[in-house]
């Protein structure tokens, strides 16, 4: 019979990082802020720390090889669905959005706004594009977007971004210029 536990392979899994926990928890902090899946693998007597998102997820060793990889996956998977879009934006189906690696929590209408303003950035989105994305078919007022994208604005703003109104047209997210923010 042979034995299926295993030590992590030496290499990071298909996008998800593998880390030691504590040793590399300098490095976990930099993965975090860039946004990048990681595996802890702790080491003897360590205890897990408190993930700061979705991204993380940790492992004791000896572990069962099928039970590592399938976490690495799982990971990889996560970091997927919030991969970034060109630049520095990525917002998931959860309302987490990731600007340059930095989390913002997001109501659902306001997350899905972003989502679509930034799939890709500097795009022109109408307004109906916009009403769809946050509502579907749902009918809302004209100041429902208007209102949502007031508030979107003001929490863009530490981050660097920012969005147009293209009169009678639509919306435009604007990427921090090269060097700095607009």
């Known amino acids: 019979m042979t034995d299926r536990r295993a ?5 990071p899994g298909p996008g998800a990082e593998i880390l030691q926990w504590p040793a590399d928890a300098e490095r976990r902090e930099a993965l975090r802020r860039a946004g990048v899946p990681r595996l802890l693998v702790l080491e003897a007597g360590a205890l ?12 004791w060793l000896p572990a069962d090889e099928r039970d590592l990889f ?13 991969a970034l879009v060109p630049g520095t934006i990525s917002v998931g189906d959860d ?21 679509r303003l930034a799939d890709p950035p500097e795009r022109l989105c109408t307004r109906d594009e916009l009403h769809h994305a946050a509502w579907g078919d749902v009918p809302h007022e004209r100041r429902s977007l208007d209102s949502r994208i007031f508030v979107l604005r003001r929490r863009l703003v530490p981050h ?16 921090p210029a090269r060097g700095g923010t607009r």
């Open 160 to 175: 660097g971004l920012a969005i147009h109104a293209v009169r009678g047209r639509g919306f435009v997210l604007a990427l």
């Open 7 to 11: 030590t992590p392979p030496p290499v």
């Open 70 to 82: 399938s976490r690495l996956r799982d990971l990889a998977g996560r970091g997927a669905r919030t």
């Open 48 to 59: 897990p720390p408190t993930p700061d998102d979705d991204l993380e997820d940790w492992i």
């Open 95 to 115: 309302g987490m959005a990731w600007i340059a690696g930095t989390p913002l929590l997001l109501p659902p209408a306001e997350a899905a706004i972003l989502r």
